[in-house]
């Protein structure tokens, strides 16, 4: 009886700090607002023309003893359509223990995050 019950505690600490400590819990409701968030802030720019993934390159480094990987690599984008592409979305930082150092391009860009601060 003891040594169930001493089972059951420590799994029930270990889901725990997983769930909560580790990795940042999130019940469905939150979920499902930071969606609709998502999709209300960016539907706008479902119909503009985007570049197409032409090529792609990428290296990555995992390191599962700290939950970690570094990842390296390029992406060709060509624009495919007969309309001038202003603007290049790209999604950064969707999760808070994902960070990116640097992106850039080959020709001159400014950063415009005004539409994602919600998420």
């Keep these: ?59 990555v480094d995992i390191y599962p003893e700290t939950r970690d990987f570094t990842a390296e690599g390029y992406f060709i984008l060509k624009n495919k359509t007969d309309k001038p592409i202003t603007e290049i979305h790209i999604q950064d930082n969707s999760d808070e223990q994902v960070s990116n150092e640097y992106i850039k391009f080959d020709k001159e860009a400014k950063l415009d995050n005004r539409y994602y601060k919600d998420f």
């Design 1 to 59: 009886m003891i040594l169930s019950t001493i089972v059951f505690v420590s799994s029930g600490a270990y889901v725990y700090y997983n769930t909560n400590v580790v990795n940042k819990y999130q019940n469905s409701k939150e979920v499902e607002k930071q969606r609709a968030n998502y999709e209300k802030t960016l539907k706008k720019f479902e119909y503009i023309n985007h570049p197409k993934i032409t090529e792609a390159k990428l290296n």
